[in-house]
């Protein structure tokens, strides 16, 4: 009985929440609105000047994509990894989730992709920038990396575009940093960023919601330890096959997304 009893404690004071939320959200005047847009777009425009400014940068990071099943059931797919980047054409960045251990370096010269479970790697020459590699690895490979926007020259520019609504939503603590807490919409998306407050306004969390699906699947990227310039361990960016990997052609190299091989997109399972 004590057990019951507590769940509709618990029930009860989580629908409270979320009604005094709606009513708080949903009381907010248009001129208020009109600076909160203001101030949100230049917390936003101040953390992407921060971010172009800084030519070294290494942070840890902490994901998770959900998937909505046929039966629509919300999963969520947890994966860790670490990025260290030097503008304007070199990264290394590696991920591990339950599915895939994966390395990815690019050197401004060629890309290099390391299967670390399998012992294998592949490697494509590609010369361009940081820019150019997110774009390829997005829009031609369909294999983003977490957080990608976050990793550009122009932020801003690339996260506002077909923005129609924006709202500040005061601050939120995020691993013990205190943030600004901003909210934007497009036709297609939502999505929230928390940006640290100070001198170094970088981002802490990312959250994207699809709101043209069932039941809204989210991807979210949250970061931590970050560091900048001289912060920033020295890396030649260089891949070294410490393992004896064995190369192999590109489409031999599996695993090593974060939706693994057998869950698969559109419903088939």
Known sequence: MVKLVQKAVVRS?????????????????????????????????????????QKTISFGYDTNLEVVTKDHQKLQLASSGTIDLTRPDKIRATRTGGFANVEMIFDGKTLTVVGKDANLYTEVEKTGTLDQLVDELREKL??????????????????????????????GVIGGTECDHLAFRTKEIDWQIWIAQGERPYPCRYVITSNQLDQAPQYSVQTRDWK????????????????????????????IDELPGHLAIGGGQ
């Open 13 to 53: 004071t989580a629908t409270v929440s979320a009604a005094v939320l709606a009513l708080i959200v949903g009381m907010g005047t248009p001129s208020g609105a009109k600076a909160g847009d203001a101030e949100a777009k230049s917390l936003l425009k101040a953390m992407s000047d921060y971010l172009a400014a």
């Open 142 to 171: 369909q294999k983003p990396m977490p957080g990608a926007d976050l990793l550009l020259s122009n932020v801003y520019d690339v996260l506002m575009t077909d923005v129609v609504d924006v709202k500040d939503l005061g601050s």
């Open 228 to 255: 900048t310039g001289s912060e920033v361990a020295a890396d030649d960016f260089g891949f070294k096959n410490e393992t004896n990997a064995k190369k192999v052609d590109p489409k031999e190299l599996t695993d």
